[in-house]
């Protein structure tokens, strides 16, 4: 079966330091994979997508993924974190199926970010 | 540019009480329409989806139902809350074989 495993639930970074947040799939064939934001109280938003082809992907807010398929990871990096960035971050992978991508989610890692 | 609306945007309802949240889309034809629930301290669990008009797939069993009574409207109802479906719910919506994107969410508390 398909799962996604983000192992921080805490992170906690000074403000202007690096960031990287793990994600971790299970999935048996290629997937599409996917990185979310969501604030205290509000929706997700979509921070950055892959489908296919550069294993480099960049997003919105400075965010950028690398996919890795021999360790089943797509990992969630920033050079230098701002105080704003402080939130919850789900890794996603969308399992194409029924004319809809359904959509197995982490169970987030919580920033905080120290002034 | 599309536009995802959800209301109300608090609940909170009594054991036993029906349900009705409401989902619209604007500024897109046709998407697929879903419903998530988040716990507290949990990912979000796909409850609903749709891919067309009164065409509704449910993910897991429970004591909630989904509608889509027009293109852009998608609906979550309960005929009776239990105290276990207080949590926050989440629409999206999407185009056939794209990301999601979600709405606001309705926090709903069940007392």
């Known amino acids: 079966a398909q799962s996604v495993t983000q192992p921080d639930i805490h992170i906690t970074v000074s403000e202007g330091a690096s960031l990287e947040l793990r994600c971790n799939y299970s999935y048996g064939a290629t997937p599409y994979l996917f990185w979310y934001v969501q604030s205290p109280g509000q929706g997700l938003q979509l921070l950055l997508k892959y489908f296919s082809g550069d294993t480099l992907v960049q997003g919105i807010k400075g965010f950028e993924a690398e996919f890795k398929r021999s360790q089943s990871s797509f990992n969630l990096r920033k050079p230098s974190v701002h105080w704003s960035d402080a939130a919850e971050y789900f890794c996603?992978?969308?399992?194409?199926?029924?004319?809809?991508?359904?959509?197995?989610f982490g169970t987030g890692t919580r920033l905080k970010v120290l002034a | 540019s599309q536009t995802i609306h959800q209301w109300p945007a608090t609940l909170v309802q009594p054991v036993g009480s029906p349900l009705s949240l409401e989902c619209t889309v604007e500024g897109t034809s046709n998407p697929n329409l879903y419903w998530y629930r988040q716990a507290a301290g949990r990912g979000l669990q796909l409850l609903f989806y749709s891919v067309g008009i009164g065409q509704i797939s449910s993910e897991v069993p429970q004591n909630l139902s989904a509608s889509r009574p027009q293109d852009r409207q998608f609906i979550l109802s309960s005929k009776k809350l239990l105290l276990s479906d207080s949590g926050f719910y989440l629409c999206?919506?999407?185009?056939?074989?794209?990301?999601?994107?979600f709405g606001p969410g309705t926090r709903l508390t069940v007392t």
């Open positions: 996603a992978v969308g399992r194409f199926t029924s004319g809809t991508y359904k959509y197995i």
């Open positions: 999206a919506w999407s185009v056939p074989q794209s990301e999601q994107y």
